[in-house]
């Protein structure tokens, strides 16, 4: 078993619908992040987040320490958002200060 | 304000032949470093992260090996190259202390033929 499972794997949406992307790991974490990978393959950091809800635009990313369960939410989702999105933690006390990261979710936005 | 520089941007590689990716921060000092691989349809990989130089930790045992010259510049080598090799890699930095996002580079797109 994977130490990041992120669900789906695939996600089809029409423009406009509101999306959410699971992300749930089983070690303790000092953080984790959401990334966002376009078909080019460049990677770009969306949140890094050790608890509660950030909130860029129309991303909002929440996590809940207990349950070892993070959420990305994309709203009124448009054609440009489609992209990978790859949810990763940093281990506690783990050296180097090193990611572990998901497989990511393959978002595909329809207009 | 900081940049992460990779080049080259793609490569196409014989079998058996050797390699060398290479990557440099600017605007920032004592960096982490990190190399990642991603291979077609997978996850990322981590291969080796730098906490400073000459001080290169390994994280999958291959064909590949890392080096770290300089502060700022980190360096991805092999002497044989494998077909398994193929695949997306990517260098990033952050912050040597304290929680601070990774920050990633442009990637090289390699295929081993």
């Known amino acids: 078993k994977n130490e990041v499972e992120q669900s789906p794997q695939n996600l089809t949406a029409q423009e406009g619908e509101f999306i959410t992307i699971n992300c749930s790991y089983s070690?303790?974490?000092?953080?984790l992040h959401w990334l966002q990978q376009h078909p080019g393959g460049g990677i770009v950091s969306l949140f890094m987040l050790s608890s509660g809800k950030k909130k860029h635009g129309r991303l909002i990313a929440t996590i809940n320490i207990q349950e070892k369960h993070s959420s990305l939410h994309i709203t009124a989702s448009h054609p440009r958002d489609s992209a990978v999105y790859i949810c990763a933690v940093r281990a506690k006390e783990t050296s180097g200060s090193r990611l572990t990261f998901g497989e990511g979710t393959q978002l595909t936005v329809n207009p | 304000s900081q940049t992460i520089h990779q080049w080259p941007a793609t490569l196409v590689q014989p079998v058996g032949s050797p390699l060398s990716l290479e990557c440099t921060v600017e605007?920032?000092?004592?960096?982490?470093l990190y190399w990642y691989r991603q291979a077609a349809g997978r996850g990322l990989q981590l291969l080796f992260y730098?906490?400073?130089?000459?001080?290169i930790s390994s994280e999958v045992p291959q064909n590949l090996s890392a080096s770290r010259p300089q502060d700022r510049q980190f360096i991805l080598s092999s002497k044989k190259l494998l077909l398994s090799d193929s695949g997306f890699y990517l260098c990033a930095w952050r912050p040597g202390q304290g929680n601070y996002e990774q920050y990633f580079g442009p990637g090289t797109r390699l295929t081993v033929t």
């Open positions: 605007g920032t000092s004592n960096p982490n």
């Open positions: 730098s906490v400073g130089i000459g001080q």
């Open positions: 070690v303790g974490i000092s953080a």
